[in-house]
């Protein structure tokens, strides 16, 4: 890949007439991906007529592997100096990110990265948070999501953008890139970034999935694999575009917002959905309020769906209370700080 040819797609997925007037968050690592997106983006803007907005790099200090992160930070900050840029660094309370388990601590180091790229937002005034997922980070999220078990939300994949508060979006520029073009591009540069170690280290799912099951697909059952689930998400995706438009009305009618952590849904308007409906409504309004969906079993939406209208209380993970009287339901959450996949 050419030194230009990187941005020349970012540009042709996210026109920069769309973001060069506002400012940006883009949320560096050091890594490869991150680095790219930053380096393209700066390219971008300075092409660009109109460059009203800023640039904002903002690196998240986990403090996971010692002096290695570190290291990290300092390479990011001289990044951000060598491109004119602000940079915003942010670090993790200590003993906040040692949950037993690398599931855990993969989960609580997302939910703070994300907080700190929220609050950074905030700071700026910035309309979108950018990060550096790419094609590979998207096969690698649906073949996960299928093993764990997952539904056609999930089949669907890393959404493009996602509105994250009234003010500000993430979006994710890169997702139709591989990891190998966007080393191309940085050799092309001779642009140098960081390796994190911990991204070989089998013990993560993750980890697993890149270095050993997909390679053994492809090896061993189709050597397009990658492909074949990339057209999986996008048919999934294409349905639950045409579901959501015919439970846009019903949405509208049956369910009201009373705040971001209380919602108030009319199950009498909800009856005649079959419950496959009901639950994908549920599941949306989840996402839309950012509630945590981690606990959210394939059983603790049907209970729910099934709940919708009925005299029932109970509590489900998050922790979210249901109180169902007569036909009116109300789902009452405890107050959480967002946080993404």
């Not at 506002?22 to 393209?40: E, I, Q, T, W």
């Not at 009203?52 to 690196?59: E, F, K, M």
């Not at 092309?188 to 697909?217: I, K, M, V, Y």
């Not at 949405?251 to 496959?276: K, N, Y």
Request: aromatic share 4%; with cysteine; net charge neutral.
């Amino acid at each position: 890949m050419t030194a230009s040819l990187l941005p020349k797609r970012l540009a042709a997925d996210w026109p920069t007439a769309q973001w060069c007037d506002v400012h940006v968050v883009v949320a560096v690592s050091g890594g490869a991906d991150s680095v790219a997106l930053s380096r393209a983006l700066a390219a971008l803007r300075a092409q660009a007529t109109v460059s009203a907005g800023g640039l904002i790099i903002a690196h998240f200090q986990h403090g996971l592997r010692g002096a290695e992160s570190e290291a990290d930070c300092e390479f990011v900050q001289q990044l951000a100096a060598d491109l004119r840029l602000p940079c915003e660094v942010g670090r993790a309370a200590a003993g906040s990110l040692t949950q037993p388990g690398s599931a855990g601590i993969e989960e609580a180091a997302r939910d703070a990265r994300y907080r700190f790229l929220t609050q950074t937002a905030a700071k700026h005034g910035a309309r979108y948070i950018a990060t550096a997922h790419t094609r590979d980070d998207q096969v690698e999220t649906i073949l996960h999501r299928m093993l764990r078990g997952t539904g056609l939300a999930g089949l669907a994949g890393i959404p493009r953008t996602r509105r994250l508060s009234e003010l500000t979006t993430l979006i994710r520029p890169m997702l139709t890139i591989t990891r190998t073009e966007v080393e191309d591009y940085l050799r092309e540069l001779g642009q140098p970034f960081r390796n994190d170690a911990s991204n070989t280290d089998t013990s993560f799912t993750r980890n697993r999935l890149r270095h050993e099951l997909l390679p053994q697909l492809a090896r061993d059952y189709n050597p397009q694999v990658s492909a074949a689930l990339l057209r999986l998400a996008e048919q999934a995706e294409e349905t639950l575009a045409a579901l959501e438009a015919l439970l846009e009305p019903i949405r509208q009618s049956a369910v009201r917002v009373i705040s971001p952590t209380e919602v108030v849904i009319d199950g009498a308007q909800l009856r005649s959905l079959p419950p496959a409906a009901i639950r994908h409504l549920l599941l949306r309004l989840w996402q839309d309020l950012n509630w945590p969906l981690q606990d959210m079993t394939a059983e603790k939406w049907n209970e729910l769906a099934a709940a919708v209208g009925s005299e029932r209380t109970f509590d489900l993970p998050g922790p979210v209370s249901v109180q169902s009287q007569g036909t009116q339901t109300r789902l009452v959450a405890k107050a959480r700080e967002n946080c993404s996949d």
